[in-house]
């Protein structure tokens, strides 16, 4: 097992939408609906943003969704503001454990 | 308010042995299982140790399993990491979290944990 891979950096203009993706395997991403996001701004903790491929906790603003297709995952960020500006990473459960991405750096121009 | 506080980190030479703690306060804390995730400096995001709510069900990841023991004092609603023969690679900020169905809803602020001579 390894890290669910994600690319290392996306960017957009403000009020544009950005998508980070999250590939696994079938023994994680693609066998099971609990993916999660995580945004973490410098130096602070990480953050849950999306749960169970789609939901969104509350609080979090609904610019932020989810999907999954296959052993791939996406979060996708609408009318980007300079607040989104962050560390993204994913989560996935391969069996048991929980995994995760590699983590993407979302940067608004 | 939930909240999650580690202590115990600090700088360690390798071979030696420390002792992270997780105090938890704002809910029911032995209704829910808690993790241990690692942050190496500049790089991302790495599951430790699970343990579930009354410690039935622990797991680890390969490059800890016989070196750390997680366990939980739910009397104390505290959480703990016990990490024994530390390597230079362990070094990282610990972070310790709730976990919400498959999610970690919470988390706390992190303890540095440095692996040097």
């Known amino acids: 097992q390894s890290a669910l891979t994600q690319p290392p950096s996306a960017s957009g203009s403000p009020g544009q939408s950005v998508t980070i993706s999250c590939t696994g395997t079938?023994?994680?991403?693609?066998?099971?609906?609990?993916v999660s996001w995580y945004q973490q701004h410098p130096g602070k903790a990480p953050k849950l943003m999306i749960y169970?491929?789609?939901k969104r906790p509350s609080g979090v603003p609904d610019r932020f969704s989810g999907s999954k297709s296959g052993n791939t995952a996406s979060l996708t960020v609408s009318g980007l503001q300079a607040e989104d500006e962050a560390d993204y990473y994913c989560?996935?459960?391969?069996?048991?454990?929980?995994?995760f991405g590699t983590g993407t750096k979302v940067t608004v121009l | 308010e939930v909240q999650l506080v580690e202590s115990g980190g600090g700088l360690v030479q390798p071979g030696r042995s420390l002792r992270l703690s997780c105090a938890a306060s704002?809910?029911?804390?032995?209704?829910?299982?808690m993790h241990w995730v690692r942050q190496a400096p500049g790089k991302g995001l790495e599951w430790v140790s699970g343990?579930?709510?009354?410690?039935?069900?622990?797991g680890y990841a390969d490059s800890v399993k016989g070196r750390f023991t997680i366990s939980r004092d739910n009397a104390k609603n505290s959480l703990y990491l016990q990490m024994n023969s530390l390597r230079a690679e362990d070094t990282a900020l610990y972070y310790c979290?709730?976990?919400?169905?498959?999610?970690?809803?919470?988390w706390g602020q992190g303890t540095l944990v440095t692996v040097s001579s």
């Open positions: 979290a709730k976990v919400a169905g498959t999610a970690f809803d919470y």
């Open positions: 704002g809910f029911t804390f032995d209704d829910y299982a």
């Open positions: 343990i579930s709510w009354n410690s039935g069900s622990i």
């Open positions: 079938s023994s994680d991403v693609g066998g099971y609906n609990y």
């Open positions: 169970e491929v789609s």
């Open positions: 989560s996935s459960y391969a069996g048991s454990n929980p995994w």
